[in-house]
């Protein structure tokens, strides 16, 4: 059965944990597996700009030996003149794998339910798991083990982000905390799906509107910008934002376990974090960034492997 990779429980914690194994292996050995070896062709689509996802994505398919085919916005019939189930039944029928960044979490899921190839959500308004794969290997590089470590998210704990962040971490045995505004936390939905994997993986998941005890202890800070990708900025970015208490300082690096600190970037210094914390030697930010590529070549090889 094909198997895709739309959020981040789609694996299991015992298969992203064979990932993560496969992407420390890559990034030792770049060019030592090559599941798209023709060169076999791989569809990365974008309805969104993108920077690291663009570059990544198109560097890994290359490395796994096949040939990245982009398509940026306006350059498909999809979802305009053409239906997305026919546009998957069309173009599985020509590559070996289909990247989307898109919008719409049900379009990501109507495309797989309709592919004969691996499907993967490079982000939506949901989900941005492939960053949360990058994020963890970070975290055992710098850390050790991610089971058990505390990763904190600061800002927006209801964007796409976030619900990552909750499920991911949880399914590889961390306990996560996210530390938001009341009217910008987690779903409930979110929540309970996390807490239900926590009985099996020893993980737990806190909300609270305190940024200082958030981050007590911590071992991983964590933030996003204060507006997304297509998000109106009106309220968002402004000295009266309700995120301005949830900037990472270096007061609240402090206040934890000489944390490592994460940004998915692009960054704004100044906004949901300082200069100081982002650019000081705490952050592993581009080691992060780096990681994409090496993540994303991982779930690749996995899921072509499964098929």
């Known amino acids: 059965m094909t198997r895709h990779f739309l959020k981040d429980t789609d694996?299991?914690?015992?298969?992203?944990?064979?990932?993560?194994?496969?992407?420390?292996?890559?990034?030792?050995?770049?060019?030592?597996?090559?599941?798209?070896a023709g060169p076999q062709t791989a569809a990365v689509i974008f309805d969104k700009t993108s920077t690291r996802t663009r570059v990544s994505f198109a560097a890994g398919i290359a490395a796994l030996g096949g040939q990245p085919l982009i398509i940026n916005p306006g350059e498909a019939q999809l979802g305009h003149k053409e239906s997305i189930a026919d546009t998957a039944q069309v173009m599985s029928r020509m590559v070996s794998t289909i990247v989307w960044r898109t919008y719409a979490q049900a379009g990501l899921e109507e495309m797989a339910q309709n592919?004969?190839?691996?499907?993967?959500?490079?982000?939506s308004d949901d989900y941005h798991p492939c960053q949360i794969l990058a994020d963890l290997l970070?975290?055992?590089?710098?850390?050790?083990?991610?089971?058990?470590?505390?990763?904190?998210?600061?800002?927006?704990?209801?964007?796409?982000?976030?619900?990552?962040y909750v499920l991911g971490g949880v399914n590889a045995g961390m306990h996560v905390r996210i530390a938001a505004p009341a009217d910008y936390q987690p779903a409930e939905a979110i929540i309970a799906e996390a807490n239900e994997l926590a009985q099996a993986t020893g993980g737990?998941?806190?909300?609270?509107d305190d940024p200082?005890?958030?981050?007590?202890?911590?071992?991983?800070?964590?933030?996003?910008?204060w507006v997304s990708m297509g998000q109106d900025a009106t309220g968002r970015d402004d000295e009266g934002s309700p995120f301005v208490k949830?900037?990472?300082?270096?007061?609240?690096?402090?206040?934890?376990?000489?944390?490592?600190?994460?940004?998915c970037l692009p960054a704004y210094r100044g906004k949901?974090?300082?200069?100081?914390v982002i650019d000081g030697p705490a952050s592993a930010v581009f080691d992060e960034a780096e990681n994409r590529l090496h993540a994303q070549k991982a779930l690749m090889t996995f899921l072509l492997e499964k098929r």
């Open 138 to 164: 970070t975290i055992r590089e710098h850390r050790g083990d991610v089971t058990g470590q505390t990763m904190t998210y600061y800002g927006d704990g209801a964007n796409n982000m976030a619900n990552s």
């Open 11 to 36: 694996l299991t914690p015992a298969e992203q944990a064979q990932v993560l194994d496969l992407a420390v292996e890559l990034k030792a050995a770049p060019y030592s597996r090559t599941p798209l």
């Open 204 to 208: 737990s998941v806190t909300v609270t």
């Open 272 to 276: 949901e974090v300082t200069a100081e």
């Open 115 to 123: 592919s004969s190839v691996p499907v993967i959500n490079s982000l």
């Open 212 to 225: 200082v005890a958030a981050a007590q202890d911590a071992d991983v800070l964590v933030t996003d910008t």
């Open 246 to 263: 949830y900037q990472v300082s270096q007061e609240l690096m402090n206040l934890g376990n000489d944390p490592i600190f994460l940004h």
